[in-house]
């Protein structure tokens, strides 16, 4: 009805909703609203109720609005009004005090705390006032909604509900966008038609009385339905910055340009953000960015086994959706979920979960996990949500607290459970100083109209889009970078030179490729460098030997699976290059000559490890792997048709990458080929015990050196060639032919890992 609130009163009759929850707001809004009413020249016949909205919103006493209802004319305007308590005159945020949590919140302040304020801060009290409506309007609203003409009770409740969303966006201009937190989800849900007739539907399926199913989903609404707000998100940024500055620098390094991209998107369609998971501290840390950034505070939907004592009580009303685990066989809880989710995309609140579900163990990007995904499909599917954004976050760090513990689980540990006493135990371990946190946004994977999602194949290809994307704007970090060369290098130890000219020789290839870099990988500048490196000395996984001629680098003894975790998250960038660098060893080791040959290899490499990494298509990867060729030699198509042309192509392919990329998974694969080949023909192999013998074997391996580093043996890593070996049908019980496969795969990898020895030896200085 226009900017001015006040130009619809200028005549006619109006209702003024106060919204105050003492005397001392409503005397401030009684003076404030007669201040108005004069100052605009407004003449319109005006009543007044006094409701409690935004201490109680979601239990509405709509009784005092009834009577004036009653048979009012649709011209009749209702304009509510509020006072806003700025906790600071010169900020739209502070942190909340711990004495808040004891004496409430500073934005709603009680009797004597208001009191105390205007006596001390008066222009700390904002009077606003909502967007007004017209009676006319608002039974149209109410009708849209339910699909029948309301009860005088129904129209009440609506009316002060909508008085109180007004109120909210005309709050959020002064405190900020952070704080957009929906209202009476449960209560607007079960008013929904699509809701009542899914339930109808589900009656019909089941026997069960639609009554009992309406009862049964309140109980499953209150677990389910996250309840933020304002006060508790405040409460939680400061547990999110308590939490990043144990052990991060408290400024992260965000894409800005990325974040107000998204942010505009988010604004204007259904969003899902879904960011990596390296550590537990990743949750805490994107909400502090977009906290900090006045981001709309995003529902993180996650597993209820976080919901322990304290935290789960905080996250609630911070905004987490704690999902069960299995719910398989209770329809009625995947029907609240569905329609839940689909309600908060059709109200633009944004979605955010960890992409792959669980931590990263192994530092790389994991396969998805499909549950979230395919549960906000179905529901935006099911709501026919259009344009649904899902967005890319690739969050990084220079250093990570949880690494060491995952090597320890990747080598056989059990995982420590959660708990509070655990998560007590966890903040403590962030102690150390590790370095900076960094933000990336991919570009949105957008569905203009979503699909079923019955196929899982659906699925995969949107989550295949997110992980390309989530790689590519992954930044690389000096400490990733070091742990790539070094271990590329191990067990020999780099002197201070040899060390730098490997990193600004990655560095300079990286640049040309428009590969993101973190800032401190600027390498004419030595400090950051030696700063890095000191954190990572401290934080035990390099050495530096000082005492020799020369100073020299190594990884830290029995710290190769922690090293490894840092490499293997910027690996992805180096394996195109890296298959090439291995194509091309064979044709020159085995005197082969021919495009053919080059690329038949090429694609079978591809094929060994595609349960380890994000391909681009085939197509693309081909074009990928002959730009990168054509950079070294535009000639060398021509130069393989040659004797000897393969090993000259390889020559001038530096700085090589093989042996500091591939290394671990050719190792770790090898490992389980020889397991497997070690079976009688006759006897399957179940995942499960492929790996507990391939953990034994991998340390017996490495004892022998077999296998040249500890960060090729690892649960998930032996998972994946087990994977490898299934889908080419070799794990099953078979004949000879089978047990021959077998033995011809294991030496396969034995072969690979010499060609990659071969790489490793001709590339160190």
């Known amino acids: 009805m226009g900017s001015n609130p006040w130009q619809s009163l200028r005549e006619g009759r109006a209702i003024v909703i106060i919204d105050a929850a003492h005397r001392v707001e409503r005397r401030l809004l009684d003076r404030w609203l007669e201040e108005r009413l004069a100052e605009q020249g407004c003449q319109a016949a005006i009543e007044r109720v006094v409701m409690r909205i935004a201490r109680r919103p979601e239990h509405l ?4 609005l009834e009577p004036l209802l009653g048979d009012s004319a649709d011209d009749v ?13 010169h900020a739209k945020t502070t942190r909340p005090r711990p004495r808040d949590l004891l004496f409430g919140n500073p934005r709603r302040p009680g009797t004597w705390r208001a009191r105390r304020i205007l006596a001390q801060h008066p222009d700390r009290a904002v009077c606003i006032a909502g967007e007004p409506a017209t009676l006319g309007d608002l039974r149209e609203r109410l009708v849209q909604r339910d699909g029948a003409a309301p009860g005088p009770r129904q129209l009440a409740e609506f009316i002060a509900a909508q008085a109180g969303l007004a109120l909210d966006i005309a709050e959020r201009r002064l405190q900020g966008s952070r704080y957009k937190v929906p209202r009476r ?13 899914a339930l109808a539907e589900l009656s019909e399926e089941t026997g069960r009385p639609v009554a009992q199913l309406r009862q049964e989903s309140e109980v499953i609404m209150r677990e389910l339905v996250a309840r933020p707000a304002p006060f508790w998100l405040d409460v939680m940024a400061q547990l999110n910055h308590l939490i990043m500055s144990l052990g991060y620098d408290t400024e992260v390094v965000i894409d800005r340009e990325g974040l107000e991209r998204i942010r505009q998107l988010v604004r204007e369609n259904p969003a899902a953000l879904l960011w990596t998971h390296k550590t537990h501290v990743d949750g805490f840390a994107v909400n502090s960015m977009l906290f900090d950034n006045d981001f709309p505070n995003p529902h993180i939907l996650g597993g209820v086994n976080m919901a322990f004592a304290g935290l789960g009580f905080l996250a609630r009303r911070a905004g987490a959706i704690f999902i069960r685990r299995s719910f398989k066989g209770d329809p009625l809880y995947k029907l609240v979920l569905r329609h839940y989710i689909g309600y908060l995309m059709d109200k633009r609140f944004p979605l955010s979960w960890a992409f792959e579900g669980t931590r990263s163990r192994v530092g790389k990007l994991m396969p998805p996990r499909y549950g979230l995904l395919k549960y906000v499909m179905e529901a935006a599917h099911a709501t026919d949500a259009r344009n649904l954004h899902i967005i890319p976050i690739a969050i990084n760090y220079d250093l990570i607290g949880d690494v060491r ?4 689980e990747q080598a056989g540990a059990t995982k420590q459970p959660e708990s509070l006493r655990w998560f007590i135990g966890y903040l403590r371990g962030l102690r150390q100083p590790m370095g900076q946190i960094y933000f990336d946004f991919g570009e949105p994977v957008v569905l203009p109209a979503v699909p079923s999602v019955e196929d899982e194949r659906e699925l995969q290809k949107v989550a295949f889009r997110v992980g390309l994307e989530v790689n590519r704007v992954t930044p690389i970090t000096l400490p990733a970078l070091l742990c790539m060369v070094l271990l590329g290098a191990a067990p020999r130890a780099l002197t201070s030179d040899e060390l730098l000219a490997e990193l600004r020789a990655l560095v300079a290839w990286a640049r040309q490729r428009r590969i993101r870099l973190a800032s401190h990988l600027d390498l004419d500048d030595e400090a950051p460098l030696d700063l ?3 954190r990572m000395i401290a934080n035990g996984v390099l050495t530096r030997y000082d005492d020799g001629p020369e100073r020299v680098y190594a990884i830290a003894g029995e710290q190769h699976g922690v090293a490894g975790y840092y490499r293997n998250t910027i690996a992805h960038f180096f394996v195109d290059k890296a298959i090439a660098e291995l194509a091309l ?4 080791f085995r005197k082969l000559i021919g495009r053919d040959a080059f690329w038949s290899e090429a694609e079978r490499l591809r094929d060994f490890f595609k349960f380890e990494f994000f391909y681009a298509p085939r197509e693309e ?19 393989l048709e040659e004797a000897g042309g393969a090993g000259e192509v390889l020559d001038g392919f530096r700085p090589l990458v093989a042996h500091s990329t591939m290394l671990p998974y050719i190792e770790a694969y090898r490992v389980v080929a020889d397991v497997l080949a070690r079976q009688p023909r006759d006897v399957a192999l179940e995942e499960r015990d492929c790996v507990q013998q391939s953990l034994a074997y991998g340390r017996q391996a490495y004892l022998q050196r077999r296998i040249s580093s500890e960060a090729s043996i690892g649960k998930l890593l032996f998972s994946n060639g087990y994977k490898l070996l299934a889908n080419f049908g070799l794990t099953e019980a078979g004949d000879s032919a089978r047990g021959e496969a077998r033995l011809a795969l294991a030496q396969e990898f034995r072969t690979l890992q010499r060609r990659v020895e071969r790489i490793r030896a001709a590339a160190l200085p």
């Open 61 to 64: 006493d709509a009784i005092p």
């Open 77 to 89: 305007v209702v304009l509510p009004v509020r006072v806003v308590w700025r906790s600071s005159l």
């Open 185 to 197: 989800v449960a209560q607007n849900l079960q008013a929904n038609p699509r809701f009542r007739a």
């Open 405 to 408: 513990d995952y090597a320890v």
């Open 532 to 534: 890095i490196v000191d």
């Open 585 to 588: 060893m064979r044709m020159a």
């Open 621 to 639: 990867f081909r074009v990928n792997i002959a730009g990168e060729l054509a950079r070294y030699r535009p000639d060398w198509e021509a130069r």
